[in-house]
């Protein structure tokens, strides 16, 4: 995926924990092993991480792991299967797909959210299916939650959801419960394992989804949940298929165009991106999906 053209940790108690002591107390390694590790450490005057690969002891996605467990940031196990392997920014933030999403985020946080404009919702668009505008969205939400951004994903689209599927999330009221008036923010689901994150499912498929989302309530949501959270990213349906994603940028004030490799029609998307700014939609940037 290309790129549009940290925080601390959250105590200092987290950080006080060692990456032996870590990776003892979750089984990766025995305590004989970690006292091994620590005689060659001290002997050679390096770092445990080196030691313990030098050793063969340890591979790089445990001391990874032990690292992101020590700055208190948010990362999934190989082998939680309860989500899906598309959250690659949960189960390999460490990879070139999660550097990638990190530089996005950068991007973002300089161009739409920052505190001086109080600008917190975006929404993520595409002209067609499978362009992996959900991909993208689920993704830049966990990075912004790795940030320590309090970070809202909500599922808009009310014709082809994803997102409860990603992040194998339970029943909820969901975004067509919300705006049937059948419930309010609190549908929003935490996101075990990942800190700082919620979703919003896009909840029962409803007869009327382009007049739901017109709605005045959609807007008052929005609003709410800028309220709320730091971030709030808006997932669409494809935008040449539908109205949808135009109704949901213009309620959201911003986009983001999510276009890919070897697929997307040049045209298609320059007709989007005309449509959506013509509507007074700010269009902060455009991805590549090349994955």
């Given at each position: ?149 309090r970070t809202l994903l909500i599922d ?66 929005l609003k709410a949940a800028a309220d ?64």
């Amino acid at each position: 995926m290309n790129t549009m053209a940290d925080t601390p940790a959250k105590s200092a108690g987290a950080v006080a924990r060692t990456i032996g002591d870590i990776l003892v107390s979750t089984g990766r390694l025995s305590a004989e092993n970690a006292q091994r590790i620590l005689e060659k450490a001290q002997k050679d005057n390096t770092q445990f991480g080196d030691a313990a690969l030098a050793l063969k002891l340890l591979k790089r996605e445990d001391i990874d792991f032990a690292l992101s467990q020590q700055f208190d940031y948010s990362y999934l196990l190989d082998n939680d299967t309860s989500r899906s392997p598309e959250l690659v920014a949960a189960y390999k933030p460490f990879s070139r797909v999660g550097e990638n999403l990190r530089a996005v985020r950068s991007q973002l946080m300089l161009r739409w959210f920052n505190n001086e404009n109080a600008h917190k919702v975006v929404a993520m668009v595409s002209p067609g299916r499978g362009e992996g505008r959900s991909f993208v969205a689920a993704n830049l939400a966990i990075v912004f939650s790795q940030q320590g951004q309090r970070t809202l994903l909500i599922d808009a689209n009310l014709r082809n959801a994803r997102q409860h599927q990603l992040f194998g999330l339970g029943k909820s009221a969901g975004l067509s419960g919300i705006l049937a008036d059948r419930a309010g923010l609190e549908a929003a689901l935490p996101v075990h394992g990942i800190d700082d994150l919620m979703v919003l499912p896009a909840g029962a498929v409803p007869p009327n989804p382009q007049e739901l989302l017109g709605r005045a309530a959609f807007g008052t949501l929005l609003k709410a949940a800028a309220d709320n959270f730091d971030v709030v990213i808006v997932d669409t349906p494809a935008g040449g298929d539908y109205a949808d994603a135009e109704i949901i940028s213009a309620a959201a004030g911003a986009a983001v165009l999510v276009t890919r490799k070897n697929q997307t029609r040049v045209p298609e998307a320059a007709q989007l991106s005309r449509r959506l700014q013509d509507g007074g939609v700010v269009l902060v940037g455009s991805i590549l999906n090349d994955d």
